[in-house]
């Protein structure tokens, strides 16, 4: 079974520009989340969607946004893109069951601000 | 506001020797989960072991094992034997134990260097 994927894996936009990342979850999880993590950070959260629907938002600001599709990937769009954006770009997926809380992370997009 | 807080930013052991990761932790919340989760220079953040915080028995996964002492937010990591293949980054994690919170709380990280 593929694992959750990522797409593009690097990627280089200047100030200013507006960026789309992509996230397919694994085969049958609803669940995917989004984190930022800046070099020597650990990750942070920037939203989780389940069926479509925000179900969380970490503390960014509004250039950053998210969705989910049908088919549950996802999309993380930023905005008028600063250099502090630059990070690598994480997405995970789980199931959303009471009883299995595993995440499973992507390999991450690494985006560089110029 | 939760908060996970890993002391020791960078360690390194030799080859077979037993290492241990510190990390602490601030939370008002009674039920919830801790993990530990390896990130190596591939990038790919691999779940290590994980915690319920209403279990007293400490979790263990073959070579890895946790010192959980819930009293004093404490959630320490022990690699047994360690290969060279354990050199990554270590982040201990939280997560509420709720229906519909998928929120993950990292700490820092640790960059642990097994040498040969």
């Known amino acids: 079974d593929a694992g959750v994927t990522q797409s593009p894996t690097h990627l280089i936009k200047t100030r200013g520009q507006h960026v789309t990342l992509r996230c397919s979850p694994i085969?049958?999880?609803?669940?995917v989340s989004w984190y930022q993590q800046v070099l020597g950070q650990g990750p942070q959260f920037i939203f989780q969607y389940y069926e479509k629907e925000e179900r969380g938002r970490g503390n960014f600001p509004d250039r950053f946004s998210a969705r989910q599709f049908p088919n549950y990937s996802s999309e993380l769009n930023v905005n008028a893109l600063l250099l502090g954006d630059s990070a690598l770009y994480l997405c995970?997926?789980?199931?959303?069951?009471?009883?299995?809380?595993?995440?499973?992370f992507g390999q991450g997009t690494r985006l560089t601000v110029v | 506001a939760q908060t996970v807080t890993q002391s020791q930013p960078e360690m390194s052991v030799q080859e077979a020797e037993t290492v241990t990761l510190s990390c602490t932790y601030d939370?008002?919340?009674?039920?919830?989960?801790l993990f530990w989760y390896k990130q190596p220079p591939s990038r790919q953040m691999i779940l290590v072991i994980r915690?319920?915080?209403?279990?007293?028995q400490n979790a263990t996964e073959n070579r890895f094992s946790v010192n959980f002492q819930k009293a004093a937010k404490s959630f320490s990591l022990k690699i047994s034997d360690s290969q060279l293949g354990d050199t990554a980054m270590y982040f201990c994690?939280?997560?509420?134990?709720?229906?519909?919170?998928?929120?993950?709380?990292f700490g820092k990280g640790t960059r642990l260097h097994i040498l040969p």
């Open positions: 085969s049958g999880h609803k669940s």
């Open positions: 994690a939280f997560m509420k134990h709720e229906w519909g919170d998928d929120k993950i709380i």
């Open positions: 995970a997926s789980s199931l959303f069951a009471r009883t299995n809380t595993e995440a499973f």
């Open positions: 939370t008002s919340e009674n039920n919830y989960y």
């Open positions: 915690q319920e915080a209403y279990k007293q």
